[in-house]
């Protein structure tokens, strides 16, 4: 009799979770709502792992999470592009990383941004070392990538799991002191963010991100972590790979901030002329200087797309 009623139970249980995802997946269809993958470090070990010799590898911050979108980078260069990105951390560890890697000969599309790199203090490097620690147990361990393969076939595919994200998210950005022009976000299976921002939102003069910044390090601590850019470029060449150095679209209160605290004369211009990689500053190109973020330092999905077309005609064919 035990048995029997906890049998009953178990199926009643199972049926509330079928019939509860169910609901919530016939609603996020209803409304538009997109699958969700992941930007935590298994997603992210997910495509290390999956980095061949002469792909592209696409690292940084969140300002290239939401603006490159690799699926279509890849079909408009003909190279296999892996959106490696770490949201809130620097890019010389990662760099670093591919430069230490004896078997990629790839190119490196770089989002340096002056005040992640140069900041005072060491915690802008902490979340990327934290990846590729977690990528040494990632590569020991079936499971976790099983896991991760898994996940990421499941959760791009159904859409209950983001959809009480894009409720909050409304709820959040509308009520909020101050307002906020991010109406919704998911991570598609390429790990690209793409960020839907209100058809009236406007660059960071009032909403978005905290316009708060560190201030620069030491001139003896912005000298070494340029010879440590320079070292690892040059690791990357000496191989046969391409590196590339990209400013991305910032404007608003958060671009003036940066431009003061960091100008680009003695930060950017002194990287690009230190190193033998490419420098890409958008405010330099035409066909990327136009786009404006909603935020301050992060583009509407539709505005990435272009971007990343625009990219692509300035990278060409990557040799």
């Known amino acids: 009799m035990v048995e ?4 009953r139970a178990w199926c009643l249980a199972l049926l509330m979770v079928f019939s509860g995802a169910g609901l919530l997946e016939a609603l996020g269809w209803k409304h538009g709502v997109k699958p969700c993958w992941s930007i935590g470090s298994d997603s992210w070990c997910l495509e ?3 980095l061949g010799q002469g792909d ?3 690292i940084g911050s969140s300002r290239a999470l939401s603006a490159v979108e690799p699926r279509l980078l890849s079909s408009l260069v003909g190279r296999s592009a892996r959106q490696l990105a770490i949201n ?16 990629f000969a ?8 002056p005040r992640l790199e140069f900041r005072s203090g060491f915690e802008r490097h902490a979340a990327a070392i934290r990846f590729l620690q977690s990528l040494q147990d990632f590569r020991r361990s079936p499971g976790r990538r099983l896991e991760a393969r898994l996940s990421r076939l499941v959760q791009s595919r159904v859409r209950f799991k983001p959809f009480v994200y894009h409720v909050v998210a409304l709820f959040w950005n509308r009520y909020r002191d101050g307002g906020g022009p991010l109406s ?5 299976d390429t790990r690209f963010v793409r960020l839907a921002y209100g058809a009236n939102a406007k660059d960071s003069d009032r909403n978005g991100v905290n316009p708060l910044i560190s201030p620069p390090a030491a001139a003896e601590e912005v000298e070494e972590l340029m010879n440590r850019f320079a070292r690892a470029v040059r690791a990357i060449r000496r191989r046969g790979g391409q590196v590339v150095f990209l400013f991305m679209p910032s404007s608003g209160v958060v671009a003036a901030r940066e431009e003061r605290l960091f100008p680009r004369r003695e930060y950017w211009d002194r990287l690009a002329a230190a190193t ?6 958008f405010e330099d190109v035409p066909v990327l200087s136009s786009f404006r973020c909603p935020d301050g330092e992060h583009l509407d999905w539709r505005d990435a797309l272009r971007f990343t077309q625009g990219l692509a005609k300035v990278l060409g064919k990557p040799r």
Do not use: K, Q
Not at 276 to 281: D, K, P, R, S, W
């Open 4 to 7: 029997g009623r906890w049998g």
């Open 276 to 281: 033998a990689a490419e420098a890409i500053h």
């Open 106 to 113: 790839g190119v490196v599309l770089a989002d340096v941004t």
């Open 56 to 58: 592209i590898a696409i």
């Open 184 to 188: 919704g976000m998911t991570v598609e």
């Open 88 to 103: 809130a951390t620097a890019t010389l560890p990662v760099l670093e990383w591919l430069a230490d890697r004896e078997d």
């Open 48 to 50: 290390a792992s999956e």
